[in-house]
């Protein structure tokens, strides 16, 4: 999906880009064939311009070569007619002839002399020069238009247009030699407007410059038969061509023409640059305009890219945003799935569960309850909701609810529907569910364990006492039996009945400390409490025990005295803790060992009552288990020691119900201590 949104966006970006670069290349393209064609037309125009130019100039050259051709045709019909005398100098004052343009006009004779002129002369052979030469030696009919040359007498350049006289026969009379000042052309040629660089050259069939315009230089005389001009000229007569120059290395558009009717030629020439102005001004303007273009398509592009880029990133955000909703919505939905199979597995082992679970609001309000609620309470589903735990379960007190924690609650009274009661412990739980406290009940109708237990005890109380009475007439018999009271006993039969009546004091104390048992479970041990002087009792402690370590060669010494003080205790029961564990001390000593009782305040109103001895102390692993019923380090001990693992389960017991508290210190190979510590009675 995501893939797809980006192609397409980059699609849209590579079209827009495409469709850019061609428009682009439209509006340079068209904008050059234009500007070509600007160009072409420009040039095309000042070719034409060239061309026209020098037709003008041709049309004028040719008019100022007729003025000469006629002034030399005036002058040599007078010369012919008057000779000498001929006043050349007041004819051509006279003005019919025009002088502006005529450096000079004079006459030649047929010896080649200079025999007339205008301007003040003297007698010289001209028939050296050319265009004197040509007319000596041939009859050209037409006049003649020598190079420039430097005038002798006037010092000035001048072409000389000379015209053969000629005789009445025909022969060679003279020479009419008419000087025209080649600035006059120049002249001309600047009056034309050809632009900055914009030439004008006369030129003969000789290659040597009659008259030009050339930019500053007015010269005349050069020799451009080498020129590619003057050889087209040559050629074609007329023409146009370009040309770049070798001077000033500039381009020009060229016109050439011979000149009608004379062996001359006329170039006009106008320069690239400035046949090109009105060019350069379109083209920049057009060049402006392109670049204006260029710039908005680029700016319009880059926007729209721009904007295609930014819907693309919204669109691949809309598209995360969509799959990342898909899945949260499929994760949802498959933790909807597991929610609904464990609250499914949890209702099924709820509903089966053999205690009832009930939750109830903090106020006792029953929310939920399972199959065994109903059945304990022996209430339909209906009568059960919004009841009040109260009423199940008179006992809790009334407004308990809000202090009642988590934990045992042990066991209670529950009332089921109908106002039978019955024994139910119960545990409660404290959750918070959605801001508020609520109580998870497991409550377990124990009816039947309590008729069990009672059985139990009955049976060991009856099965102990139905025990405990002949076994009294069994050990009073050996007793007298064994004291010799029925007369002396053979050895043999001496020492059995010894064994028979140890064993039977042993079985007496097995079915007493069972019957303390059974009391002590069924609650029904009953203490009879009073304050006693310490010493008194640790005294009688002492020498009630001391047979008992005799018989194992033990000695059992106080330590101290005992402190003054007075304990709440039941003496019997006090008197029956110490028996234990002093006759345990004895036991697990070594004969000639002492069993030593130590007394000491632990405070103010605390007195610690410790026996010790030097026996093999208590290993590490049983340590836990030794205040246990039947709990024995060594299985072999009842034989060996003849306990049963029941006299220090029964101690503690006492001790607790007495206030006080049981306790041992010991270590392995060097001896144990076990303590007890009572509560000192005040005054
Ligand atoms: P028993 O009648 O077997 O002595 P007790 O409950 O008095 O029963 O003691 C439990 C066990 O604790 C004993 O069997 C013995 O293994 C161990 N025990 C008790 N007192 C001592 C002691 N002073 N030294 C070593 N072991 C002892």
Request: aromatic share 6%.
């Amino acid at each position: 999906m995501e893939l797809l949104a980006k192609n397409r966006s980059r699609d849209a970006r590579l079209g827009l880009s495409l469709f850019s670069l061609l428009l682009l290349a439209y509006i340079w393209g068209s904008t050059y064939y234009q500007l070509l064609d600007a160009k072409n037309e420009a040039i095309q125009t000042a070719q034409k311009d060239a061309r026209n130019y020098a037709r003008t100039i041709e049309e004028h050259t040719i008019r100022t070569l007729q003025t000469a051709d006629q002034a030399a045709l005036f002058v040599s019909e007078h010369y012919l007619e008057l000779g000498l005398r001929f006043d050349l100098p007041a004819y051509m004052k006279s003005g019919i002839i025009l002088g502006d343009i005529l450096n000079q006009v004079s006459i030649v004779d047929q010896r080649g002399d200079l025999v007339l002129s205008n301007l003040p002369m003297k007698k010289t052979s001209l028939s050296d020069r050319e265009h004197i030469r040509v007319h000596m030696e041939t009859d050209l009919g037409q006049l003649f238009v020598s190079k420039p040359v430097l005038g002798r007498i006037s010092q000035k350049w001048s072409l000389q247009m000379t015209r053969r006289i000629n005789n009445a026969n025909g022969s060679f009379h003279g020479v009419a030699v008419v000087s025209v000042d080649p600035f006059y052309f120049s002249r001309f040629y600047e009056e034309i407007n050809l632009g900055k660089h914009g030439t004008v050259t006369m030129f003969g069939e000789d290659g040597i410059v009659r008259a030009r315009r050339d930019g500053k230089s007015a010269e005349v005389g050069q020799d451009v038969s080498k020129g590619v001009i003057f050889r087209a000229a040559l050629a074609n007569g007329s023409g146009d061509m370009r040309s770049t120059s070798i001077v000033d290395g500039k381009e020009r558009l060229f016109s050439y023409r011979k000149i009608r009717n004379y062996p001359l030629y006329i170039a006009a020439a106008i320069g690239m640059e400035d046949a090109l102005v009105p060019y350069q001004t379109r083209e920049s303007e057009s060049l402006r305009l392109s670049l204006i273009a260029s710039l908005l398509i680029l700016a319009f592009s880059a926007f729209v890219l721009a904007m295609v880029g930014r819907l693309q990133r919204s669109e691949q955000h809309a598209l995360a945003a969509n799959a990342a909703k898909s899945t949260l919505l499929h994760d949802v939905e498959l933790q909807k799935n597991e929610l609904k199979a464990s609250s499914d597995r949890l209702d099924t082992i709820v509903q089966n569960a053999a205690d009832a679970i009930i939750t109830t609001n903090d106020r006792g309000d029953i929310e939920s309850f399972n199959h065994s609620a109903e059945i304990i309470f022996a209430c339909s589903s209906e009568s059960l909701l919004g009841r009040n735990m109260q009423q199940l379960t008179p006992t809790l007190q009334a407004g308990s609810w809000q202090l009642l924690e988590a934990g045992v609650l042990g066991v209670v009274e529950g009332v089921r529907q109908g106002g039978q009661s019955f024994p139910l412990e119960i545990t409660a739980s404290k959750v918070h569910v959605l801001g508020q406290d609520k109580f998870i009940l497991i409550a377990r109708d124990i009816t039947e364990r309590k008729k069990v237990e009672r059985l139990q005890q009955e049976f060991v109380s009856t099965v102990s006492h139905e025990l405990r009475t002949p076994l009294t007439a069994i050990r009073g018999s050996l007793g007298l039996v064994a004291g010799g009271v029925t007369g002396v006993l053979p050895p043999q039969a001496a020492a059995l009945v010894k064994m028979a009546y140890t064993n039977t004091e042993r079985l007496t104390q097995l079915i007493n400390d069972l019957l303390d048992v059974q009391k002590l479970e069924s609650g029904f041990l009953s203490l009879t409490q009073e304050a006693c002087s310490l010493p008194a009792l640790i005294i009688e402690a002492r020498d009630v025990n001391q047979a008992f370590a005799a018989r194992l060669a033990v000695s059992i010494a106080l330590h101290n005295p005992p402190p003054d003080v007075f304990v709440n205790v039941d003496a019997g029961r006090f008197q029956q803790v110490m028996a234990n564990l002093l006759s345990n001390a004895c036991k697990y000593s070594s004969p000639g060992d002492s069993v030593i009782i130590e007394t000491k305040l632990l405070g103010p109103d605390r007195v610690r009552i410790a026996v010790g001895d030097n026996g093999p102390g208590i290993s590490e692993e049983f340590r836990d288990r030794i205040f246990q019923k039947f709990a024995q380090q060594d299985a072999s001990d009842t034989k060996a020691k003849g306990g049963s693992g029941l006299g220090l389960s029964i101690s503690k017991a006492i001790v607790n119900q007495m206030g006080g508290e049981i306790g041992y210190h010991s270590t392995i190979g060097e001896g144990s201590s076990f303590y007890v510590d009572l509560p000192i009675q005040a005054g």
